[in-house]
Nanobody, 124 residues
């Protein structure tokens, strides 16, 4: 099982990036997919998720209204569209997959499958 995150980079504040997470070895359609991020010296932080059935999404308050998670079942890929980025969004972004129920979606310990992370750097 492998999750491959890509699309990170360096942008100026106010810019946008779109991250991708492609899976091999598992069918992402059977799992809740989430994005987390970890800034230097900080704990891993929940960003958002998309459910496996109806595609219901949820986001942390810090990114709500700026970030959007979507999926492409045919490509076995989940995306994180990030708009209006600020320096506070600088972090390594990780995708993760789990059959966790909605109440546990924000707890990273509920995710057995992780991608390797992609760096996002936002300059002011």
């Amino acid at each position: 099982v492998q999750l491959q995150a890509s699309g990170g980079g360096s942008v100026e504040a106010g810019g946008s990036l779109k991250l991708s997470c492609t899976a091999s070895g598992i069918n992402l359609s059977n799992y809740r997919k989430s994005w987390f991020r970890q800034a230097p010296g900080k704990e891993r932080e929940f960003v958002g998720h998309i459910s496996q059935n109806c595609g219901t999404t949820g986001y942390s308050d810090s990114v709500k209204g700026r970030f959007t998670i979507s999926r492409d079942r045919a490509k076995n890929t989940v995306y994180l569209q990030m708009n209006n980025l600020g320096p506070e969004d600088t972090a390594v972004y990780y995708c993760a997959a789990s059959r966790v129920v909605a109440s546990g979606v924000r707890d990273s310990s509920n995710y057995p499958c992780w991608g390797q992370g992609t760096q996002v750097t936002v300059s002011s």
